[in-house]
């Protein structure tokens, strides 16, 4: 009974020494970051009838220092928070406006001075999988103008990022 017991000590003891040295030394943390910026919007109606408005400003997922210095062990995204704001915007006309993250449409119709948040669970996930793969992307705004001034448009990105090192 003794010798069991012995050997069943050994089986154990051996079992815990071989898992333990089979762990690695990863460590897991989170970062937030928020991407806010401005896309101004220079309206220049021409006399050729060419009236058709492209602005664009990136926007990087390592604007931040520590997303910047951890990059390369990011593991997964999610876009907790998506916001646009449009500033200056006088009603005046413009067909087909549109608002988009690279391919995520944001709007298709303009509202002026309040936050509208974007909630389609598919466009945060989308946006969140376009910064794992490029790190950075294109917002944009285009349309067509018919008789408008100059006006300011605001994004907000909050993310949260895990990094395993």
């Known amino acids: 009974m003794n010798s ?11 079992i815990f020494i071989t898992s333990c040295s089979n762990q690695s030394d990863s460590v897991v943390f989170y970062l937030d970051n928020t991407i806010s910026k401005n896309l101004p919007i220079i ?7 060419s009236n058709n408005l492209t602005s664009q400003v990136e926007l990087d997922l390592t604007s931040k220092q520590d997303f910047k210095q951890h ?8 876009v907790v928070e998506l916001a646009y704001k449009i500033s200056g915007y006088n009603g005046a006309s413009i067909n087909k406006p549109e608002l988009m993250i690279d391919d995520v449409m944001l709007m298709s ?23 794992i793969e490029k790190k950075s992307t294109q917002l944009m705004f285009k349309g067509e103008i018919l008789n408008a001034d100059n006006f300011m448009i605001e994004v ?10």
């Open 71 to 78: 990059i390369g062990s990011l593991q997964s995204l999610e």
């Open 4 to 14: 069991l017991k012995t050997c069943l000590v050994v089986i154990v003891c051996s």
């Open 43 to 49: 309206v220049n109606i021409l006399d050729s009838g």
């Open 109 to 131: 119709n303009l509202k002026n001075d309040t936050f509208i948040e974007v909630t389609d669970k598919n466009k945060l996930e989308r946006l969140a999988s376009l910064f």
């Open 156 to 165: 907000r990105v909050k993310m949260k990022g895990t990094f395993i090192e």
